[in-house]
């Protein structure tokens, strides 16, 4: 599969960028009996994807009807019509959500990537209507790279060490709860933990490295053993430069760097741009996103190689850079000094929404309902930081918290918290005024903040931002924690925080496309022979976040169009 040269000059199908949309396009051509190279800048696949936590929203599917699920799809589009207001795209959410379930039944029972239901994962904004409660999610079968070939091991991008618990990926669901459940002493959950952590052991002794694939590591992992199956050529190291077009101004092939030199690559039914969107170019940053001045301001969770490099391609060939709400998938990230020198970037996923935990700015004053999507967080985090000053936030917890559940990087017990407060990545107080002094937070208001939080965290109502109103918010909380499994006290000395900063998985801002994935000029025309897919393609969602998966789900579904509509196109059939 992977090769140091193109084995010919000429393909059907040629794909730039090797993430999840890039390989769902590859596949799906491949499958329909087109020859096809996917060119891929860096020297190892996955791209975002890989480093996520590779769960997919795409309702309706076989999964969900397997669980007794079946709701009609003006349901889900009247909670897509409530979330994401005047930038809903009524042509781009029918073609997404009719083709969803046939890319999820495609690539479950015919390819290598199976999948498992989110039976309990729930939409955002609960309060809306016609908010999913479960079962419009899925993520991919946990694997073992055993049963991968060395070719895709090769191939596959590591483990992202901050999300994992030295090297070992943890998934969301039954897997994360008995870890969690360990730190409060369950034997169940010990046991758990004891046969995970001692299968990784021995794989590190083995081969260096975890063998147990979960996650954006588990769904790249069967999608690149699925590109071998169908007979997919994947270069690595090899940047797609330019595009090359006929006088009828159809894209026909790529010019591309690879190991032995530039190449004339030619696609006969077209070239699938899939380069990762731009989260690592500091320009279009600086111009796009919020209070970011320089460009450096803001810290991506995506690979080096999300550079903006696949945009520019369709722009050269008159494309149009667009967006909705935002121009970026934000996250709220903390910056992990380690002892070598290199700073890593941590995402808080997880531990924003456990009871005994809020989310402050420099005033002392919360600014968001923590327990809501990571992008939530963010925004407002944008808007509450006083002018003037860098745009953070602390996120506060007290004894009882760190030793239950992690509060950023730093994890629960047994884990020692000596090296994260030794790097300074973990700040301690032994009062809350003590904590704010050491933070650079207004004193008097986070006391104030904290009196109000408890008062209501004992009654179980947040007053101010909802927290715990929503069956979201309940589910990333704890069960054991009453009368509101979001809400509980911070009042057991000593108080810890953590420094949380403006980042993203992603960019929404992409190249206009329609339902079919093709790339369309500032006429609305579609340029000929040229599709975009994942974080290239201007995101189905308007810049918004309704539910976990919102990138991946569109991103496997558009690459699946894209992959059967090429196909076609070397049938003969769309010529």
């Not at 599917?61 to 979330?83: F, H, Q, T, W």
């Not at 107080?429 to 704010?436: C, D, M, N, Q, V």
């Not at 000929?528 to 189905?540: E, H, K």
Request: charge should be neutral.
């Amino acid at each position: 599969m992977s090769t140091q040269e193109p084995r010919r000059d000429e393909y059907d199908v040629v794909v730039v960028g090797a993430g999840a949309g890039g390989l769902a396009a590859a596949v799906a051509a491949a499958h329909e009996g087109a020859s096809v190279l996917v060119l891929e800048s860096a020297d190892v696949c996955g791209g975002a994807t890989a480093w996520s936590g590779g769960w997919l929203w795409a309702p309706r599917s076989l999964l969900a009807k397997a669980e007794g699920i079946d709701e009609s799809i003006d349901d889900v589009k009247a909670y897509l019509r409530a979330a994401l207001g005047e930038d809903y795209d009524e042509a781009r959410i029918d073609a997404f959500l009719r083709a969803a379930p046939e890319m999820i039944e495609f690539f479950h029972t015919r390819t290598a990537l199976e999948f498992v239901p989110g039976s309990r994962i729930n939409d955002i904004y609960g309060e809306l209507p016609h908010a999913g409660t479960g079962n419009r999610s899925a993520g991919a079968k946990p694997i073992n790279a055993r049963r991968l070939s060395p070719s895709v091991r090769r191939l596959l991008r590591g483990q992202l060490y901050e999300t994992s618990f030295l090297g070992m990926g943890i998934m969301a669901g039954p897997d994360l709860g008995a870890f969690l459940a360990a730190a409060r002493g369950s034997l169940r959950g010990l046991w758990h933990c004891a046969w995970r952590f001692g299968f990784h052991v021995v794989d590190l002794v083995l081969h260096r490295q975890g063998w147990q694939l979960v996650n954006g590591q588990a769904l790249i992992g069967r999608l690149l053993q699925s590109a071998e199956d169908a007979g997919v050529e994947i270069l690595v190291s090899s940047p797609a430069r330019s595009l090359v077009t006929g006088e009828d101004g159809r894209v026909s092939g790529v010019v591309a760097q690879t190991p032995a030199g530039s190449r004339t690559i030619a696609a006969r039914s077209g070239v699938v741009l899939a380069g990762g969107g731009f989260p690592n170019d500091p320009e279009r940053r600086r111009q796009r996103f919020p209070r970011t001045p320089t460009g450096r301001e803001h810290w991506t969770l995506a690979p080096e190689t999300a550079d903006g490099s696949g945009v520019t391609l369709g722009e050269s060939v008159g494309g149009v850079l667009t967006q909705g709400a935002s121009a970026g998938a934000w996250c709220p990230v903390s910056l992990v000094p380690y002892r070598s020198g290199r700073t890593g970037v941590f995402p808080h996923i997880m531990d924003r929404a456990k009871p005994g935990s809020i989310g402050v700015v420099s005033t002392g004053r919360r600014f968001v309902n923590e327990a809501n999507g990571y992008y939530d967080y963010v925004t407002a985090m944008y808007g509450a930081a006083p002018e003037g000053e860098e745009v953070q936030a602390w996120q506060i917890g007290d004894a009882r918290f760190v030793r239950r559940f992690p509060l950023g990087m730093a994890k629960p017990r047994p884990v020692p918290l000596f090296p994260y407060l030794r790097s300074g990545y973990l700040v301690r107080g032994r009062t809350l005024g003590e904590l704010a002094r050491a933070c650079g937070i207004d004193e008097e208001g986070l006391q104030a903040t904290v009196a109000k939080f408890n008062e209501d965290a004992r009654a179980g109502v947040d007053s101010e931002f909802g927290r715990g109103s929503t069956p979201f918010n309940r589910y990333g909380g704890d069960p054991d924690s009453a009368p509101n499994p979001s809400l509980a006290p911070l009042e057991k000395a000593p108080f810890y925080a953590v420094r949380v900063r403006p980042g993203s998985f992603g960019t929404f801002a992409g190249l206009a496309a329609d339902g079919q994935a093709r790339v369309l000029d500032r006429e609305g025309a579609p340029i000929p022979g040229l599709y975009a897919v994942g974080a290239d393609q201007a995101n189905v969602m308007g810049g918004h976040y309704p539910a976990g998966g919102v990138n991946i789900g569109p991103a496997l579904t558009f690459g699946y169009v894209a992959g059967r509509e090429l196909a076609r196109v070397r049938e003969g059939v769309l010529r």
